[in-house]
């Protein structure tokens, strides 16, 4: 049942949650997006080590919501995991390399990556991890101390 109520929020209630909140944050910052454009060009053409190593983990305030990249930029590469992960899988799709994101749930707490589809990349915070093929989802679990049980 938990399975099914975390993929309804992953899929439904936090995509619909996260629009509302980008929107309103645009409507009030209209005039910011030119710069933030610019920024944005420059991050594209980093290394994602580089520019996933510029992203600063920070707690979610009102609700759990998944920024826009232009958003992220806007707050300084500033957020959570989801974050995190929504900008690694737009700087892939950016380069050409497909990828998707991930969550990784214990019954306790749940965390957000985003892995390539080829699975030889995790990105995970400001960390990107190589990893192997053939045994991705026991190292993605190891790599976090084997304290998640499921990716959904």
């Known amino acids: ?12 209630s936090k995509p619909i949650w996260s629009f509302i909140r980008n929107c309103v944050f645009w409507l009030g910052h ?8 610019k920024c944005i060009d420059r991050i594209k053409n980093f290394p994602i080590k580089y520019a996933m190593s510029e992203f600063e983990w920070q707690e979610d305030r009102i609700g759990d919501w998944t920024q826009w990249v232009s958003t992220l930029v806007y707050n300084d590469l500033k957020g959570d995991c989801d974050d995190a992960a929504n900008l690694a899988k737009w700087w892939f799709k950016e380069h050409g390399v497909e990828a998707e994101i991930l969550n990784l749930y214990s019954d306790k707490e749940g965390h957000t990556v985003c892995v390539t589809k080829d699975r030889e990349t995790m990105v995970t ?3 990107v991890v190589n990893l192997n093929p053939t045994c991705w989802e ?13 990716i959904i």
Do not use: P, Q, S, W
């Open 1 to 12: 049942m938990k399975t099914i109520i975390r993929k309804i929020a992953i899929h439904f």
């Open 125 to 127: 915070n400001e960390r």
């Open 138 to 150: 026991k190292e993605v679990m190891e790599y976090f101390g084997n304290k998640y049980e499921v």
């Open 30 to 37: 209209l005039n910011k997006i030119a710069g933030v454009r």
